[in-house]
């Protein structure tokens, strides 16, 4: 059964870090979508279980999906100039 989190609107200033998803216990299978509808790219943070952290840029203008195992973390980071989007994270036991 798939868990649909609610939509979350980000505004992120200049190098700046942001959690938007958390579950330190064990993790669990998720999907993360992010649309970055800003003027610089964005990095998307994850972090699995026993799983090397992974980071994603997202371009100015673009979006991207990710079914990810394991998750305990999803964040966004940003550069040197802020950014505006969404993130939506699905949980599922896929």
Do not use: H, W
Request: proline share 7%.
């Amino acid at each position: 059964m798939a868990i649909v989190l609610p939509q979350q609107t980000f505004s992120i200033g200049p190098n700046i870090g942001k959690s938007y998803y958390e579950n330190l216990n064990g993790g669990i299978n998720a999907t993360v979508t992010v649309n970055n509808n800003g003027p610089a790219p964005i990095d998307l943070v994850l972090t699995r279980v026993n799983a090397p952290v992974i980071t994603y840029t997202i371009p100015a203008s673009s979006s991207l999906t990710l079914a990810v195992a394991r998750l305990l973390v999803a964040a966004l980071l940003t550069g040197p100039v802020g950014t505006f989007g969404t993130i939506q994270i699905a949980t599922s036991d896929f």
